[in-house]
């Protein structure tokens, strides 16, 4: 029987907050998809309802797949006083049981039934088709490509590092090669060197794969179709062939929205110029004939009656049309400049000596107007260490700091002083301008609804947070941004459009990020930070 994932009609809530309403989904056998959508979306939850590790509240989830299915959470949750070969076993115990029962099946071949030299067959077919005999061969390559070829097998699943733990698990999994594989978020914890491989693993998987991923480029490369997660639709939408496919699908409906918008207005115009004019105009001028009264005023009467109806069409139209408005779209992001611009050329920040205990040193770091830097290095190298000396939000232990213009500052976490403010005041906090004008602001982004304004900021998921602080960054007009990590949590589409708006931005930029195809795209200087020491990288 050929794989088969399929939702029918699924609700699923997470606390208090619904998740899908009436979702429905399915995967063809053999399709590689990767899984979209804004942290909290619910793409996690997705992949747990098909592997059934949780139950929607309504609704039907189907999988079958005779070759198995392998699920890798975001969090492993590997037993701690198991070792690392009993998780090697665990993750063989299928292949190896069907290896027990090939062998069982051969001594039996000579006078065995026919049924059971079907069951043979098919066993052996499938065997095969997993890379049976080559499971303990992949796995060393696995360990090998993933950077745990040292690891002793006889350690301690609990003496781990979270990132030893991930990329164990995603070695066992691959060396399992089960028919369906759903992976949360496997690029997590690797390097370049590993995410080449894992791609080429994936390439060459010849069943199902599901796999939640944030990394563009990877997705560009092994998927070949997107399923998003739509926060605000509680729903779950498909996009075939790719990402690229996804990227335009987003493009075409933002111009349908515009265009259906530019029509909703035309009409609305229209219709109030007629309503309002037609009556004014009634057989204005229109000379008495044989000066037949009677007549004359027949006629009129005729025509107004007309223009009447008409008028009561037109503003019946209207008023229809007005129940149902077609909302104005978002205005591309955009980020402005500051007004005094020309006070802040030539240098805007400039680091001297400057040392923050062990996690940073830095000689000599200029930022000059219009400048872009792109900052990357290991977890814990000192890149966010760096950005908030930048900014003024870390003081060195030693060091001149010297700063000139305006600085927007968008950090990497995005901390909650005040849990019951509701976001709009959040959003309104420090910034010019009485409220209806700052709402029209808030809501002109694109990045929250009107029903959101009110929802307590301690409420918002991580991906909502990250928007109010983007939000106010495109707010506040700026010489120099200092972004940490900007794409973190965010919906890929949105994505997109932050990606597009920096490429025209004209001030200066200093970016810390893993995003594989941002930094691609990057153009500036490159900075990789070494035990806390930024040097420049030749491009």
Aim: proline share 4%.
């Amino acid at each position: 029987m050929p794989t088969q994932i399929s939702l029918h009609d699924l609700t699923k809530t997470c606390g208090d907050r619904l998740l899908f309403d009436g979702a429905s989904l399915s995967i063809r056998p053999g399709e590689r998809a990767g899984v979209v959508g804004e942290n909290g979306a619910g793409k996690s939850t997705l992949l747990r309802l098909i592997a059934g590790t949780e139950r929607p509240d309504d609704g039907r989830v189907v999988l079958h797949a005779d070759g198995g299915v392998g699920y890798l959470a975001q969090t492993p949750d590997l037993p701690p006083q198991h070792t690392v070969q009993d998780a090697i076993d665990v993750a063989l115990a299928d292949l190896r049981g069907m290896e027990r029962r090939l062998r069982v099946l051969e001594r039996e071949l000579g006078e065995a039934p026919p049924g059971r030299l079907a069951e043979y067959g098919d066993l052996l077919t499938l065997f095969e088709l997993r890379g049976g005999y080559e499971a303990d061969a992949r796995v060393e390559k696995a360990l090998h490509a993933l950077g745990l070829e040292g690891l002793g097998r006889e350690r301690l699943l609990g003496s781990l590092s979270g990132g030893e733990q991930a990329r164990l698990g995603l070695a066992c999994l691959i060396s399992a090669a089960p028919e369906v594989m759903l992976l949360d978020e496997p690029t997590n914890h690797l390097d370049a060197a590993a995410l080449d491989w894992l791609e080429e693993a994936l390439l060459a998987h010849r069943g199902t794969v599901l796999a939640v991923s944030h990394d563009r480029l990877f997705l560009q490369r092994i998927a070949t179709s997107i399923v998003e997660v739509d926060a605000d639709r509680r729903s779950i939408v498909r996009h075939g062939e790719g990402y690229g496919t996804f990227v335009a699908a987003k493009a075409a409906a933002r111009r349908h929205w515009e265009q259906e918008y530019a029509r909703w207005c035309e009409q609305i115009a229209q219709l109030t110029d007629f309503a309002d004019g037609a009556a004014r105009g009634v057989a204005q001028g229109r000379a008495m004939k044989d000066n037949n009264k009677m007549a004359y005023d027949r006629d009129k009467g005729r025509v107004q009656a007309s223009v009447a109806g008409r008028v009561r069409n037109a503003q019946e139209r209207l008023r229809r049309l007005r129940e149902s408005p077609v909302p104005r779209p978002p205005e591309p992001l955009r980020f402005t400049a500051a007004p005094d611009r020309g006070e802040a050329d030539g240098t805007l920040v400039r680091l001297d000596g400057v040392r923050v205990g062990d996690r940073l040193s830095v000689d000599s770091l200029t930022v000059a107007a219009g400048e872009r830097l792109l900052v990357h290095g290991a977890n814990g190298a000192g890149k966010t260490t760096l950005l908030r000396v930048l900014a003024g939000v870390t003081a060195p232990d030693g060091g001149t700091v010297v700063r000139r213009g305006r600085i927007g500052f968008l950090a990497q976490e995005i901390p909650v002083s005040r849990p019951a403010q509701p976001l709009l005041a959040a959003f309104r906090l420090g910034l010019a301008g009485d409220a209806e004008e700052l709402t029209d602001r808030l809501l002109s982004f694109g990045l929250f609804r009107e029903r959101d304004l009110q929802v307590p900021v301690g409420a918002l998921s991580a991906g909502q947070r990250r928007r109010l602080a983007l939000a106010r960054l495109l707010a506040r007009p700026a010489d120099l941004l200092l972004l940490d990590e900007p794409t973190n949590h965010l919906a890929l589409g949105l994505v997109e459009e932050l990606e597009a708006a920096l490429a025209a931005w004209t001030g200066a930029l200093v970016v810390v990020t893993h995003d594989r195809l941002l930094r691609r795209r990057f153009g500036g200087r490159t900075y990789e930070i070494r035990d806390g020491r930024p040097a420049l990288v030749a491009r």
